[in-house]
């Protein structure tokens, strides 16, 4: 099974828009364990992604974790495989080197030419520079590395330039998400520019197709990839429970947004999973009754309870704002694949099926 070790709550910036309180509470040997222990108990696969807070203000539990599994692999013949989600400041050569034996996947937070807007050092100084020479490094070692972009309304200027920026920086893969929570907020005229910086987004993925480059924008390249194949969003998971996040004291929760809610307690790495909890939970409608007649419900993300409730506190009810950035992505998307089938319909196919 797929387990997301929160391994601190501390983290060493401090970004506008994190929802997380910050706090030095941190994973203990034997709760790392006994996580473990628990990802491997379940299917043919085991999987742990490193979290935080500052996932890198524990390097030695990682260090632990990896030696273990990689050790129970050995003696169990079940896969194991790892990725990390940091800010990047921390990477130093002998982390990748290790994480690259481990064929770590990692994503760095990086906001590009908008990063010093929201994403600074605890004492307020700025950190572009630190993350930009430390992504030059990372991708020196793993190219696969994904960035990943939080834009919040102050940063919806820099979209566009942010998406160019991080492609000459090597990535080949970014993730773009806008920012959610109580520390924004955003207004019509965000959302205005907001289209305007996707549509420069898309003429530029045109571009690149048109050069034969593969770039993976998941905002707009998801869109197209899941119309295709008639994907069907609301088929993901619902609660997060295929990546279950366990906290410094070892407790389960669906997701992140859950966490400290004792409702959604699904148990601890001491005493196991409550099953009984977790297919009541499936059993739950994905689809919020408002979106059940929209002509998009199967398009967008509206089954994503752990936005929902960090949107709106309710895992059934869909933002406005998450609604009117979902159907302005997908016009944006539909528009886009549009034009590159007619440009070249077999390597459209190739690129997207």
Same mark, same amino acid.
């Given at each position: 099974?797929?387990?997301?070790?929160?391994?601190?709550?501390?983290?060493?910036?401090?970004?506008?828009?994190?929802?997380?309180?910050?706090? /030095?509470?941190?994973?203990?040997?034997?709760?790392?364990? @006994?996580?473990?222990?628990?990802?491997?108990?379940?299917?043919?696969?085991?999987?742990?992604?490193?979290?935080?807070? *500052?996932?890198?203000?524990?390097?030695?539990?990682?260090? @632990?974790?990896?030696?273990?599994?990689?050790?129970?692999?050995?003696?169990?013949?079940?896969?194991?495989?790892? @990725?990390?989600?940091?800010?990047?400041?921390?990477?130093?050569?002998?982390?990748?080197?290790?994480?690259?034996?481990?064929?770590?996947?990692?994503?760095?937070?990086?906001?590009?030419?908008?990063?010093?807007?929201?994403?600074?050092?605890?004492?307020?100084?700025?950190?572009?520079?630190?993350?930009?020479?430390?992504?030059?490094?990372?991708?020196?070692?793993?190219?696969?590395?994904?960035?990943?972009?939080?834009?919040?309304?102050?940063?919806? /200027?820099?979209?566009?330039?942010?998406?160019?920026?991080?492609?000459?920086?090597?990535?080949?893969?970014?993730?773009?998400?806008?920012?959610?929570?109580?520390?924004?907020?955003?207004?019509?005229?965000?959302?205005?520019?907001?289209?305007?910086?996707?549509?420069?987004?898309?003429?530029?993925?045109?571009?690149?197709?048109? @050069?034969? *480059?593969?770039?993976?924008?998941?905002?707009?390249?998801?869109?197209?990839?899941?119309?295709?194949?008639?994907?069907?969003?609301?088929?993901?998971?619902?609660?997060?429970?295929?990546?279950?996040?366990?906290? /410094?004291?070892?407790?389960?929760?669906?997701?992140?947004?859950?966490?400290?809610?004792?409702?959604?307690?699904?148990?601890?790495?001491?005493?196991?999973?409550?099953?009984?909890?977790?297919?009541?939970?499936?059993?739950?409608?994905?689809?919020?009754?408002?979106?059940?007649?929209?002509?998009?419900?199967?398009?967008?993300?509206?089954?994503?309870?752990?936005?929902?409730?960090?949107?709106?506190?309710? *895992?059934?009810?869909?933002?406005?704002?998450?609604?009117?950035?979902?159907?302005?992505?997908? *016009?944006?998307?539909?528009?886009?694949?549009?034009?590159?089938?007619?440009?070249? /319909?077999?390597?459209?196919?190739?690129?997207?099926?």
């Amino acid at each position: 099974m797929n387990l997301t070790l929160h391994l601190t709550d501390n983290c060493n910036l401090d970004c506008s828009y994190c929802i997380r309180e910050k706090c /030095p509470k941190d994973m203990s040997e034997e709760v790392l364990l @006994k996580a473990c222990d628990l990802a491997f108990a379940q299917g043919i696969q085991a999987g742990l992604c490193f979290f935080g807070g *500052e996932p890198l203000l524990k390097k030695d539990l990682i260090y @632990k974790a990896l030696d273990y599994c990689e050790k129970k692999s050995a003696e169990t013949g079940i896969r194991f495989e790892s @990725k990390m989600t940091t800010n990047g400041t921390l990477l130093d050569e002998e982390f990748l080197e290790r994480a690259r034996d481990a064929k770590m996947g990692i994503g760095l937070s990086f906001d590009g030419k908008a990063q010093d807007i929201c994403r600074v050092f605890a004492n307020g100084s700025p950190t572009s520079a630190v993350v930009e020479e430390k992504a030059k490094l990372l991708l020196k070692y793993l190219p696969d590395s994904v960035a990943l972009a939080t834009i919040a309304p102050q940063a919806v /200027p820099y979209y566009f330039e942010s998406i160019k920026y991080l492609h000459d920086l090597g990535f080949r893969k970014v993730s773009f998400v806008i920012a959610y929570g109580h520390k924004v907020n955003w207004t019509d005229e965000d959302l205005d520019l907001l289209r305007t910086e996707l549509e420069k987004t898309a003429e530029y993925l045109k571009e690149l197709f048109i @050069k034969n *480059e593969r770039f993976y924008m998941s905002a707009i390249n998801a869109k197209i990839s899941d119309c295709i194949k008639g994907k069907n969003n609301a088929e993901r998971c619902h609660l997060g429970v295929r990546q279950m996040p366990v906290t /410094p004291d070892g407790s389960l929760y669906p997701c992140t947004s859950f966490i400290g809610d004792k409702a959604y307690l699904l148990g601890d790495v001491f005493n196991g999973i409550n099953n009984e909890k977790v297919i009541e939970m499936a059993k739950r409608a994905a689809t919020p009754e408002t979106c059940l007649e929209c002509d998009l419900v199967k398009r967008c993300t509206n089954s994503c309870g752990c936005a929902n409730r960090m949107n709106t506190g309710d *895992e059934n009810k869909v933002s406005p704002l998450q609604c009117t950035y979902e159907r302005m992505l997908i *016009e944006i998307s539909d528009n886009l694949g549009e034009e590159l089938y007619q440009i070249d /319909p077999v390597r459209f196919a190739k690129f997207y099926s």
